[in-house]
């Protein structure tokens, strides 16, 4: 996955088609003329990541893709490489993608057609144009089998625009896909190839416009943005405890104190000026004892609860609380309380089963199982659309939501959603969510409306993430973010966190 510096602007496919008529009528060329260009910008491509290679096959579909291969295939073969072309057995190329064939095969080009059972033969570099933004189901045979060919074998491969079998709306694989070292995609960037199966998938991601005027995509408003790297400005030098909030962490049930633990921590790290832990008795002690920064209170019931609830100003709700009657009653005080806050883990579970929208300025937290249920769908349907998942419920509970996973979304009621850059494999570890609730409810106490503390929030989590995993990815452990995120949230640029973009 890509980690731009700066905030890259992400479209829908019909954008991206209407974006692409756009350009033709404002450069006055036609559509073979844009696949002249999208094959250039393949080539250039080419070169600049393997200035070595001499023997390239690529692979042709039907649609414009293809043609973009086959304009790549004669460019190639002007340029000295050894080009063979291997179109879909039975898959006639039509309009534009016919042209750039007979381009092809005018110049003593031959097209080989691969049948099931193929093998693929010697090369150096594979090249994917079988399928581009357009396809939006699950690739069938032939093709399939030609993609679990590409991608069992150890020959580097090149993606034209979309890895093929990747829905670039939505960054869903419904069966095939193509896991490309380097996709090179056209025009605008799709949004799809920043979130779900994307991250691998698309390998490194570059953007050709194609000599497509800038004022055309600044004139289209763009359906989504990735985040940027920020922190909150230095503090004032008469800065005392009581100026960065008091977050109050409800959860830790019974054998889940770590949780709580986690979230409280987290939100320490992110500058909090106070942090409370409402706990189940049994815990508080021992919290107490490993964390004297963090203020544990044995909480037997919601009535325990209330004058807790009068000293914070941010809740973090969710964090190892369960769904005991302890649990409910401590649910249902603390959201009586109408304070801001973070819902997560078994807060949203107890939500799915009480819905209700927020008054109060709140920020939801979901992974797509808890989001599956708020929304009274199966997991699947969410990850097939997470776009529109994240709106959803943005909408549906009156809050900014968070959707959890490869290319976090960040949603507000209006519509608005940015998407996450950064974050590695690594973090899919239990209590990374409760670190980032506590960070998000950190941003809160510091006086950042919802739509900001959650969009800052998910940046610097992630951020110290990929600086922790440097270390590598697997064994990576939620604390292990917490100097890093210290470090982020004060901009320190010096060593290692100069890396975080």
């Keep these: 996955m890509p980690t731009p510096a700066g905030r890259l602007d992400l479209y829908t496919v019909a954008q991206t088609r209407t974006l692409e008529q756009e350009t033709m009528a404002a450069l006055g060329i036609p559509a073979f003329e844009l696949m002249c260009r999208a094959g250039a910008a393949a080539l250039a491509s080419l070169r600049r990541h393997w200035p070595r290679a001499r023997r390239v096959t690529i692979f042709c579909g039907p649609g414009n893709n293809g043609g973009d291969g086959f304009i790549l295939g004669a460019l190639a073969r002007d340029d000295g490489m050894h080009v063979r072309i291997v179109a879909l057995d039975g898959a006639g190329a039509h309009g534009e993608a016919a042209l750039a064939r007979a381009a092809w095969e005018r110049g003593g080009g031959a097209v080989e057609n691969w049948h099931a059972g193929d093998t693929l033969a010697d090369a150096e570099l594979h090249v994917d144009a079988l399928y581009g933004i357009g396809l939006n189901r699950a690739v069938e045979a032939p093709a399939a089998q030609l993609i679990e060919c590409l991608d069992a074998s150890p020959v580097p491969l090149l993606a034209l625009d979309v890895p093929s079998g990747l829905d670039a709306d939505t960054g869903h694989c419904s069966g095939a896909a193509i896991h490309a070292d380097v996709t090179v995609t056209f025009i605008v960037h799709k949004r799809g190839l920043y979130t779900g199966r994307a991250a691998d998938c698309v390998g490194r991601l570059e953007l050709a416009t194609l000599g497509a005027p800038q004022a055309l995509a600044a004139s289209t408003p763009a359906d989504a943005h990735t985040l940027q790297a920020a922190c909150l400005p230095p503090r004032a ?4 405890k009581g100026s960065n909030g008091h977050v109050l962490v409800v959860g830790g049930g019974a054998g889940m ?4 633990q986690l979230s409280g921590l987290g939100a ?4 909090a000026g106070l ?6 008795p049994a815990h508080a002690s021992m919290l107490s004892a490993l964390h004297p920064e963090l203020m544990a209170h044995a909480v037997p019931d919601a009535q325990a609860l209330r004058p807790l609830l009068e000293r914070a100003s941010v809740l973090a709700l969710g964090p190892g609380l369960g769904r005991t009657g302890w649990s409910r009653a401590l649910w249902q005080a603390a959201l009586d309380a109408a304070m801001p806050l973070v819902l997560d883990a078994d807060g949203l579970n107890l939500l799915a089963q009480a819905p209700r929208r927020f008054a109060a300025p709140a920020v939801l937290t979901p992974h797509p199982g808890e989001a599956a249920r708020l929304l009274g769908v199966a997991t699947a349907a969410v990850e097939a659309d997470r776009f529109a998942a994240a709106r959803e419920l943005a909408g549906r509970f009156a809050a900014v939501v968070v959707l959890k996973g490869s290319g976090s979304l960040v949603a507000r009621a209006d ?4 998407v996450c850059p950064w974050g590695n494999p690594g973090m899919a570890a239990g209590g990374m969510g409760d670190l980032l609730t506590g960070v998000i409810a950190a941003m809160l106490a510091q006086g950042c409306p919802p739509w900001e503390a959650a969009r800052l929030g998910v940046g610097l989590h992630a951020r110290a993430g990929d600086l922790a995993a440097q270390a590598g990815e697997r064994g990576l452990l939620p604390s292990d973010l917490l100097q890093p995120l210290r470090r982020l949230g004060n901009a320190v640029t010096t060593g290692a966190a100069s890396d975080a973009g």
């Design 237 to 240: 030098r008469y800065a005392n």
């Design 257 to 260: 104190s770590g949780a709580a």
């Design 268 to 271: 320490l790290r992110a500058g």
């Design 275 to 280: 942090v409370s832990l409402a706990t189940d």
């Design 415 to 418: 519509g608005r959603l940015d």
